[in-house]
């Protein structure tokens, strides 16, 4: 079936330091991409999308990076904080308006 | 940003017994909500795009008769898990969007433990 990232790495960032998270998407038909930050025991929490008619969108802290050349995306924190510590999930958009997650990144935050 | 709840956020039960798990959109009206399960530090799978006033789409690999999905209103899915088995054992996680291709919500997930 469809993937989207197939690893489940841990970054480990010191606090203030920037963050880049990166994703690997394999349905290049895709026109729609959401980061998605998890805590333990919780669902999902948007960061922000991008469409596939863009390659960056900045949000506050964030910005996500699109390359549809090579099916890639990346999450950017800048200054991270201790309370960025989570798993953080890119998905893609696929058949049906259904959502296809990656494996997920998880982000330690080191004081 | 609209808000998606589901209830209860915990439950257990014995094994051999059905489970009934709700999702509401608060604010919006969802004619289309999605099922996911989520093991221990895995990814969330898919299991199925319930749909008001018809019936489910279930993914491949997805027990039709074993995960019972009903949407009986614009604001309410319900996923019942019958004759549950410990291998059941998971987060299931309820999510709706406004609109096709557009963010979508998710609720707080609810822990299902089978004993």
């Known amino acids: 079936g469809e993937s989207v990232g197939l690893h489940l790495p841990t970054l480990s960032v010191q606090e203030g330091d920037n963050s880049i998270i990166n994703c690997a998407y394999s349905n290049s038909a895709s026109d729609y991409f959401i980061w998605y930050k998890q805590e333990s025991g919780k669902g999902p929490q948007f960061i922000i999308d991008i469409r596939s008619n863009m390659d960056k969108r900045q949000g506050q802290r964030v910005t996500v990076l699109l390359n549809k050349t090579v099916k890639h995306l990346s999450l950017q924190i800048a200054a991270t904080q201790p309370g960025d510590s989570a798993v953080y999930f890119c998905a893609e958009n696929g058949d049906g308006n259904k959502l296809v997650f990656g494996a997920g990144t998880i982000l330690r935050v080191k004081s | 940003g609209a808000v998606v709840s589901q209830h209860p956020s915990r439950v257990i039960c014995k094994s051999g017994t059905s489970v009934k798990i709700e999702c509401r959109s608060l604010?919006?009206?969802?004619?289309?909500m999605f099922w996911y399960r989520q093991f221990p530090k895995q990814s969330l799978m898919l299991m199925a795009t319930s749909n008001e006033g018809s019936k489910a789409t279930y993914e491949q690999g997805v027990e039709k008769d074993k995960f019972l999905i009903n949407h009986a209103s614009l604001t309410l899915s319900t996923l019942t898990v019958t004759s549950a088995h410990p291998e059941d054992s998971s987060f299931y996680i309820c999510s709706a969007s406004l609109q096709a291709n557009t963010e979508a919500f998710f609720g707080q997930g609810t822990r299902l433990t089978v004993v």
């Open positions: 604010d919006f009206q969802a004619t289309t």
